[in-house]
């Protein structure tokens, strides 16, 4: 296993835009997190889904986001008619129990131009 | 409302010398702490936690202390080498882990 892979790497959409993210989480891991990063700070969680039942979302996910995970292994995270205030590094992240590090992917960054 | 503070933006040190991060937490229900450490174009990789029933935890050249009636945590890392240059975030959760505070990240030089 290489770990937590996101697609792609990188996304410049114009605004208006839908854009979708890809995220495979370790395996094994049933845990699976979205945070948004953008610069000069630390990552901000957005949502989490244990297997294929989403569990949590932030009150920073407005309703032109969604995030699925189907079949408990991948997950997606939509952006509708996305903003210029979207842009920033989008993580994800995951783990196996409940007090145990998460491993985060190579980020997905998106510039809204 | 910043829950998880990193007052110290950068740090810089010599090789071989101590390194000592801080972070400051508000929030008295965060029961873990965890530090990640970034290097850029990667994700954030899990350097070490504590449990708030414990005041320090060691690995190898890394050690965090935990000071829960100052809300107080602090990372030290000895001696320091050029490769621990990075970003540092200190992370809080509580009931689970992967769903974490962060703070806004110290970053490190070390210098040869």
């Known amino acids: 296993d290489t770990g937590v892979s996101q697609n792609p790497r990188h996304k410049i959409t114009k605004r208006g835009q839908n854009v979708t993210f890809r995220c495979d989480p370790i395996?094994?891991?049933?845990?699976l997190y979205w945070y948004r990063q953008t610069l000069g700070q630390g990552p901000e969680f957005l949502t989490y889904?244990?297997?294929?039942?989403?569990?949590?979302k932030s009150r920073l996910l407005s309703d032109r986001f969604s995030a699925e995970r189907p079949k408990g292994s991948f997950s997606t995270l939509e952006i509708q008619r996305t903003e210029q205030g979207d842009s920033a590094m989008y993580l994800c992240?995951?783990?196996?129990?409940?007090?145990?590090?998460?491993?985060f992917g190579q980020g997905t960054r998106l510039t809204v131009v | 409302d910043q829950q998880v503070k990193q007052n110290s933006p950068s740090l810089s040190v010599q090789e071989g010398r101590i390194s000592i991060l801080n972070c400051d937490y508000t929030n008295s229900m965060f029961d873990y702490f965890l530090w990640y450490k970034k290097y850029p174009a990667e994700g954030p990789t899990f350097l070490i936690s504590i449990s708030s029933i414990k005041d320090k935890n060691e690995d190898g050249r890394f050690t965090v202390f935990l000071n829960k009636s100052a809300k107080h945590l602090s990372l030290h890392i000895v001696p320091s080498q050029p490769g621990d240059s990075a970003v540092y975030f200190c992370a809080a959760s509580y009931g689970n882990a992967g769903k974490s505070t962060f703070g806004d990240g110290t970053t490190l030089t070390v210098k040869p």
């Open positions: 992240a995951s783990n196996q129990q409940r007090n145990t590090e998460a491993f």
């Open positions: 395996s094994e891991h049933n845990r």
């Open positions: 889904f244990q297997n294929e039942a989403q569990l949590e």
